[in-house]
């Protein structure tokens, strides 16, 4: 089946630097990708997504590389703000019954921002 | 505004207890999900339902059994809690189909004592 994983349980970055998450996944045949954010105390939030045919999409501060060939991807976050702290995860889906698609999730990473 | 509610935040329970967590979502979705969130080990899919009255298991379902009566309401029933069942459990919906993110609720952080 498949399997996610993140590089770095933890990371601490200064405020105002970027930060870089990274994500590995297994399955070849995944084709659609998330990144969640979780506070503390609260369920994981969307922050952004990417289809297999893309290779980056950019949000706002956010921007989401694909890399299929080595089957890895990242999450960069621009100018990270103290509200940035949180645990991310990268999810890739797979398809199940009854055409619902199911996602698998890395252990997250915790970001830590540093004044 | 999407939402998806879950019927508590902070459930302790005894062991041998029967624990029943709901999840109401009312963006009409035809997916539900059931996870277990623990330290280290990310988010486990414990059961699914992609339509009323199914279900599918997920990666760990073992001690756990779900229900779906409604489109918009999806249970998951501890038939007879164990410590080992500690946890924060998650409940997300989705529409079916490709490219579609989950929306997930608040967590219920359940301890069994």
């Known amino acids: 089946g498949e399997s996610v994983g993140l590089h770095l349980p933890t990371l601490s970055v200064q405020e105002g630097d970027n930060s870089i998450i990274n994500c590995a996944y297994s399955n070849s045949a995944s084709d659609y990708f998330i990144w969640y954010k979780q506070e503390s105390g609260k369920g994981p939030q969307f922050i952004i997504d990417?289809?297999?045919?893309?290779d980056k999409r950019q949000g706002q501060r956010v921007t989401v590389l694909l890399n299929k060939t080595v089957k890895h991807l990242s999450l960069q976050i621009a100018a990270t703000q103290p509200g940035d702290s949180a645990v991310y995860f990268c999810?890739?889906?797979?398809?199940?019954?009854?055409?619902?698609?199911?996602?698998?999730f890395g252990s997250g990473t915790q970001l830590t921002v540093l004044p | 505004d999407v939402k998806v509610t879950q019927s508590s935040r902070y459930l302790v329970k005894r062991t041998g207890e029967k624990v029943f967590l709901e999840c109401v979502q009312d963006m009409d979705h035809e997916n539900m999900f059931w996870y277990r969130q623990d330290p280290g080990l990310g988010l486990r899919l414990i059961y699914f339902s992609y339509d009323v009255k199914m279900k599918e298991k997920g990666d760990i379902p073992e001690g756990y059994s779900v229900s779906r009566e409604k489109k918009e309401r999806f249970s998951l029933i501890l038939e007879s809690a164990s410590t080992n069942q500690t946890s924060m459990y998650l409940c997300?919906?989705?529409?079916?189909?490709?490219?579609?993110?989950?929306?997930f609720g608040p967590g219920t952080r359940l301890t069994v004592l």
């Open positions: 999810a890739a889906d797979a398809e199940g019954p009854g055409s619902a698609r199911q996602l698998t």
């Open positions: 997300a919906s989705s529409f079916t189909g490709n490219y579609n993110e989950q929306f």
């Open positions: 990417i289809r297999s045919n893309m």
